[in-house]
């Protein structure tokens, strides 16, 4: 069985920082995509960023130049170092992972780490 498992959240003042981590485990064969999405209150599920296992990044305009997203292969590992932080990036993150267990290719998701940015 394959978990995604999101840490890092909380409560931060605008023009601060966190840093959020994706640790993936089970029976994983490869990973490929990983992507941060969030979902605000009464507002659709987003996507963040994504990364690709040559570490090729994409990123929402609006929270480029402020998002890094990177990953760590050999710990099935993803992360999110999140700047600048403006009360609109408050959200609940999740992390999915477009992964090979046991033969069969899927997407998985985690359970969401909330995120709130005071004003």
């Known amino acids: 069985q394959v978990q995604l498992v999101e840490s890092g959240g909380g409560l931060v003042q605008a023009g601060g920082s966190l840093r959020l981590s994706c640790a993936a485990s089970?029976?994983?064969?490869?990973?490929?995509?990983m992507n941060w999405y969030r979902q605000a209150p009464g507002k659709q599920r987003e996507l963040v960023a994504g990364i690709t296992r040559a570490d090729t990044a994409n990123y929402a305009d609006s929270v480029k130049g402020r998002f890094t997203i990177s990953r760590d292969n050999a710990k099935n590992t993803m992360y999110l170092q999140m700047n600048s932080l403006r009360p609109e990036d408050t959200a609940v993150y999740y992390c999915?992972?477009?992964?090979?267990?046991?033969?069969?290719?899927?997407?998985?998701w985690g359970q969401g780490t909330q995120v709130t940015v005071s004003s």
């Open positions: 999915n992972a477009d992964l090979n267990s046991l033969g069969l290719r899927g997407q998985y």
């Open positions: 089970g029976n994983i064969f490869r990973i490929s995509t």
